[in-house]
């Protein structure tokens, strides 16, 4: 769980209350349990065309950065991402990070061979 993520649950128990929260915490999906209200069901999909048609990204080769910015994190590609954070060529890690082999790697991790 990462600051973000904590706080957004933190926030969320402040919603409830004392007892909200121990409720949810001790049972978590009864935050779903909600009785049914009118004649009409809502149901929200995010990005559900990303998921029936997926795209695969390519990272450019080049990303343009203000000088402090340069050679850091979030300005990084290709081999320099890879050395950064140790990551070896050929792996999944590295299709997802780099434009380095993209489309073999693609074919083999993401499309399946």
Same mark, same amino acid.
């Given at each position: 769980?990462?600051?973000?993520? &904590?706080?957004? &649950?933190?926030?969320?128990?402040? +919603? &409830?209350? %004392?007892?909200?929260?121990?409720?949810?915490?001790?049972?978590?999906?009864?935050?779903?349990?909600? %009785?049914?209200?009118?004649?009409?069901? *809502?149901?929200?999909?995010?990005?559900?065309?990303?998921?029936?048609? %997926?795209?695969?990204? =390519?990272?450019?080769?080049? *990303?343009?950065? %203000?000088?402090?910015? =340069?050679?850091?994190?979030?300005?990084?590609?290709?081999?320099? +991402? &890879?050395?950064?954070?140790? +990551?070896?060529?050929?792996?999944?890690?590295?299709?997802?990070?780099?434009? *380095?082999?993209? +489309?073999?790697?693609?074919?083999?991790?993401?499309?399946?061979?």
């Amino acid at each position: 769980m990462n600051r973000r993520e &904590l706080l957004q &649950l933190l926030s969320a128990l402040a +919603v &409830l209350g %004392p007892r909200g929260a121990a409720k949810a915490l001790e049972n978590p999906q009864s935050l779903y349990d909600l %009785p049914p209200y009118g004649d009409a069901t *809502l149901l929200y999909f995010s990005d559900l065309h990303g998921q029936a048609f %997926p795209h695969y990204f =390519m990272e450019p080769p080049n *990303l343009i950065a %203000p000088k402090p910015l =340069m050679g850091r994190p979030g300005y990084l590609t290709g081999e320099a +991402v &890879l050395r950064y954070y140790g +990551v070896e060529r050929g792996t999944p890690l590295a299709y997802l990070l780099s434009y *380095l082999d993209f +489309v073999e790697l693609a074919r083999a991790w993401a499309i399946g061979g």
